[in-house]
């Protein structure tokens, strides 16, 4: 495509965008993560990234002005959307009346239980993907929402920012309390890295497309998943610090003892929390409960 095409077809969805805006006598709102889509090479990325067909139920979270969320009602079976702003979602359901596989829920996602998400759509819940252009304030939580949640979705496709997406697939060395967290559930990938003139208004940070499949089977075996993280946490409570002195702080136990502890795992106590990897940790936390229990 020459560069031109290319700068064609940003402006024609970015002139849509402002139009949408106009027409409805609505602003984008920064404190709710309103920074809209405006580029349709990545719009379509984002699509063939789902792979959808008509078999598929989508959920969307925070559809805007709709402009991802039309082109999923026209490639899947049914769409799922949520929208906590009062007013993008009135104009939503205006705006794509003509789209009956869609439900629009006017509310805030983090305050659903899952289940009630396809109540209200009136599905019994089953296979699911989640394809969204998130907002980046609750991040963290809505990826936790939906991987933790007892029914599993097939995929994820979310734009992210930059940062956190490259948490996401963070290699041991870099690791995180969020890439672990997302690595217990599932294999993660970045599909491409987004610059920040791909919204409107332009987000401060760039962004990236991150595609998550959820395990049908963790690749470990973690039976309390609460009481693993504690621990976890305790372990990065001193990030850059050798993991026998992060243990001893967030765990409150004297060094001897942390000592101990990964002298019996097998692990170095000189190294640092970001270089274990998923498997390291669940190894560690067997061996750490199996010395509380004796
Ligand atoms: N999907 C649109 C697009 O790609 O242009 C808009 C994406 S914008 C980054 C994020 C959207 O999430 C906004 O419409 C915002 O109002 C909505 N939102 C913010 N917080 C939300 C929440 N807690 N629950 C549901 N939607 C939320």
């Not at 709102?29 to 809209?36: D, T």
């Not at 502890?261 to 998923?278: H, K, M, Y």
Request: overall charge neutral; glycine content about 6%.
């Amino acid at each position: 495509m020459k560069p031109s095409d290319k700068q064609n077809r940003k402006n024609s969805l970015l002139e849509r965008t402002t139009a949408l805006l106009r027409k409805s006598g609505l602003r984008a709102r920064k404190n709710l993560g309103q920074h809209f889509l405006v580029d349709e090479e990545i719009l379509g990325l984002i699509l063939s990234t789902a792979e959808l067909t008509v078999k598929d139920i989508v959920v969307e979270i925070g559809p805007g002005l709709g402009v991802l969320t039309e082109e999923l009602c026209r490639r899947a079976g049914r769409v799922i959307t949520v929208e906590i702003d009062d007013r993008l979602a009135v104009n939503l359901n205006r705006r794509l009346s003509e789209y009956h596989n869609l439900t629009v829920i006017n509310r805030d996602i983090l305050k659903i239980p899952p289940p009630e998400l396809f109540a209200e759509a009136g599905i019994v819940s089953s296979a699911f993907k989640v394809v969204a252009n998130l907002p980046y304030y609750i991040t963290s939580p809505v990826l936790r929402y939906f991987l933790e949640a007892e029914l599993r979705s097939e995929m994820m496709v979310v734009m992210v920012q930059k940062e956190v997406a490259e948490e996401i697939a963070a290699q041991p060395g870099k690791k995180s309390l969020l890439s672990l967290g997302i690595q217990l559930y599932g294999q993660s990938e970045i599909v491409k890295h987004v610059p920040a003139e791909c919204f409107y208004p332009e987000p401060a940070v760039d962004s990236a497309i991150v595609k998550i499949v959820p395990y049908k089977v963790s690749p470990v075996d973690i039976p309390d998943t609460e009481k693993f993280f504690t621990f976890v946490r305790a372990g990065f409570s001193a990030a850059r610090k050798q993991l026998v002195n992060s243990f001893s702080n967030g765990l409150g136990v004297s060094k001897s003892n942390v000592q101990e502890l990964l002298d019996n795992a097998g692990i170095l106590g000189s190294r640092r929390a970001e270089t274990l990897s998923l498997e390291e940790w669940a190894h560690l936390w067997r061996i750490y409960e199996e010395g509380k229990r004796s």
